[in-house]
């Protein structure tokens, strides 16, 4: 089954630590994203990414950084510098060339906490 | 001003209710518009695409007035099974190709017996 998978589903970190979300999806997707939601709050935007090797910040970028060596991979790393990490972490896909009908799918989440 | 902004509810309706929930967005350019169901600490999943004419997909009724700004979901005889959080997001998109998908924070529905 075509998909978008998210690992781990809930990772405790200790401060100062970086630790690394994984991203895979075989949609043959080109768009990926992630999204950051806080308890009763909406998904604000990270990082996306169209192609291949190339990425582009969103509206909270400090404090993370990601790759794009694969179209299906985007990992994301939440750094030390993010002062506050915990939330739940939702990474997204979608076509590319279907601009007006752009539906993102999303994976289950990683609920990150920092202990 | 948020890109795109939601009355966050909640809104507490009885079942069999009729609930509109509207959504406005600051950037004119804004190519493609959609609605999404978020349940409580899950992923949200398409609901609905919003189209410039209208649309209708059984209970739900989706409106997009590009001159205002202003998108509108519409449920009809609402069910319990309603009661989520309703994602309004707009599809910022660049020359080339590229998207930019932008979420408002929700409308939070409650649907009681």
């Known amino acids: 089954d075509g998909g978008i998978t998210q690992s781990p589903k809930y990772l405790f970190r200790k401060e100062g ?3 690394t979300l994984s991203c895979e999806q075989n949609l043959n997707h080109d768009a990926m994203y992630w999204y950051r939601q806080d308890p009763g709050q909406g998904l604000r935007l990270i990082y996306y990414s169209q192609i291949v090797n190339d990425f582009q910040k969103g509206d909270i970028a ?3 950084s ?3 060596e694969k179209k299906e991979s985007f990992p994301l790393t939440v750094t030390s510098a993010q002062k506050n990490p915990t939330a739940f972490y939702l990474c997204a896909s979608s076509a590319r060339d279907r601009v007006l009908s752009a539906e993102a799918f999303f994976g289950q989440g990683t609920r ?3 202990v | 001003r948020k890109e795109v902004e939601q009355d966050p509810g909640p809104f507490n309706v009885p079942e069999g209710a009729t609930v509109a929930f509207n959504c406005t967005y600051s950037n004119s350019a804004s190519q493609s518009f959609f609605w999404y169901r978020q349940d409580c600490r ?3 999943k ?3 695409s919003v189209y410039s004419s209208g649309n209708e997909d059984g209970r739900f009724t989706a409106q997009l007035n ?3 700004q202003y998108i509108s979901l519409l449920i009809r005889d609402s069910k319990l099974s309603d009661s989520a959080t ?3 997001v707009v599809n910022n998109a660049f020359s080339g190709g590229y998207n930019k998908l932008i979420f408002g924070a929700g409308t939070r529905l409650a649907v009681h017996p």
Do not use: D, F
Request: hydrophobic share 40%.
């Open chain 2, 66 to 68: 590009r001159a205002s």
């Open chain 1, 66 to 68: 990601v790759s794009r």
């Open chain 1, 62 to 64: 400090e404090g993370y």
């Open chain 2, 86 to 88: 309703y994602l309004c």
């Open chain 2, 46 to 48: 398409l609901l609905m």
């Open chain 2, 42 to 44: 899950k992923e949200p």
């Open chain 1, 17 to 19: 630590q970086n630790v």
């Open chain 1, 112 to 114: 990150l906490t920092v």
